[in-house]
């Protein structure tokens, strides 16, 4: 089994910056890919960002082009997500996933894809 941890939310000044980090443990070999999504009050869940175990295939939601980078350190079992130009629109409750089942590069940004969830950090962003 995977467990994940994510850190790194809090609150932060629209314009501002966050880097959020998951820590995967147990049997780490077994992750294929790894996602973040996330969940603002009321809303559904949604993707954000997809990263392969290799990282060479990455993706973005349209709505954080350019502002959201993920990133993976292999070394030390970690996926990134840093933010920048955060906007109000961001403020969620940021999930890490992990793929250990297999999967499509098509169906990378789809929830059901992803069989490990972390318990979320909380990012906001005042304005």
């Known amino acids: 089994q995977v467990q994940l941890v994510e850190s790194g939310g809090g609150l932060v000044q629209a314009g501002g910056s966050l880097r959020l980090s998951c820590a995967a443990s147990?049997?780490?070999?077994?992750?294929?890919?790894m996602g973040w999504f996330r969940q603002a009050p009321g809303k559904k869940r949604e993707f954000v960002a997809p990263i392969t175990w290799s990282g060479t295939i990455t993706y973005y939601t349209d709505s954080v082009k350019g502002r959201f980078t993920i990133s993976r350190d292999n070394a030390k079992n970690t996926v990134y997500l840093q933010m920048n130009s955060l906007k109000p629109e961001d403020t969620a409750v940021y999930y890490c996933?992990?793929?250990?089942?297999?999967?499509?590069?098509?169906?990378?940004?789809?929830?059901?894809?992803?069989?490990?969830w972390g318990q979320g950090t909380q990012v906001t962003v005042s304005s």
């Open positions: 996933a992990a793929n250990t089942g297999g999967f499509i590069v098509p169906m990378m940004t789809a929830t059901t894809t992803y069989n490990t």
């Open positions: 147990g049997r780490t070999d077994s992750i294929n890919a």
